[in-house]
């Protein structure tokens, strides 16, 4: 959730103060390059790069 939330704010930040327009797709872009590079940092065994994470979103399950 914090990441949504920074990256939501971050474009409204650009958007009021430079001028910027919101985009939905960039917008979920960046959640998903910012998820892949805090669970890359976060995890030092993690073998996958952070592209091969972007691309298997859909297959990160979370561990119980």
Do not use: H, T
């Not at 960046?30 to 998820?35: A, G, S």
């Amino acid at each position: 959730p914090c990441i949504i939330l920074w990256s939501i704010w971050k474009l409204w930040i650009e958007c009021l103060f430079y001028g910027g327009q919101p985009c939905a797709s960039e917008l979920g872009e960046l959640i998903k390059i910012r998820f892949a590079l805090r669970v890359k940092a976060s995890i030092k065994r993690n073998m996958y790069s952070v592209w091969d994470m972007i691309i298997n979103l859909a297959e990160i399950k979370e561990c119980n």
